[in-house]
């Protein structure tokens, strides 16, 4: 009979494979793996570029609240994020980076409100909500980043 602590690695290896790995500077947060920028605020595009150059993109978090819940316990209560999704390519529709539609359950009540033409981006807005506004693209603010993961 083989020893108790063998048959234990043995039975938990099936989840060590499967399970994803996040590369520096990313973290995993639920089923994503994230970087937090708060070293500098930048505006939507110049935040898709720093993302890519961690070789990720602006977040399409798969469980907001999650995300929502991570960047309250580690951020200012007033703190704002770009998210990657916006309306840039046709207005009112609005996708994230990915292609995927934006969730309307996800939108802050009332939003998209689009005040001004320039309100064609997606943040998140700690201290009103764990949910998401429509916001000018120029405005500076932090970002989160999420890994690209290639199968």
Not at 43 to 63: F, I, M
Not at 111 to 129: A, F, H, K
């Amino acid at each position: 009979m083989a020893p108790w602590h063998l048959v234990v690695a043995l039975l938990a290896l099936p989840c060590l494979i499967n399970a994803k790995s996040c590369r520096p500077p990313f973290i995993r947060v639920g089923n994503d793996c994230i970087y937090v920028n708060r070293d500098t605020k930048k505006n939507w595009e110049q935040s898709r570029t720093l993302c890519k150059a961690y070789g990720g993109d602006l977040a399409v978090p798969s469980n907001l609240q999650t995300l929502a819940t991570f960047l309250k316990e580690t951020s200012d209560w007033n703190a704002l994020f770009w998210l990657g999704a916006s309306d840039i390519d046709k207005e009112g529709d609005w996708r994230w980076v990915d292609g995927s539609m934006n969730r309307p359950d996800w939108w802050v009540e009332g939003e998209p409100t689009g005040l001004t033409e320039r309100e064609d981006c997606i943040n998140m807005e700690l201290e009103y909500s764990t949910l998401l506004h429509d916001t000018d693209c120029d405005i500076l603010i932090h970002c989160v980043c999420q890994e690209i993961q290639y199968l």
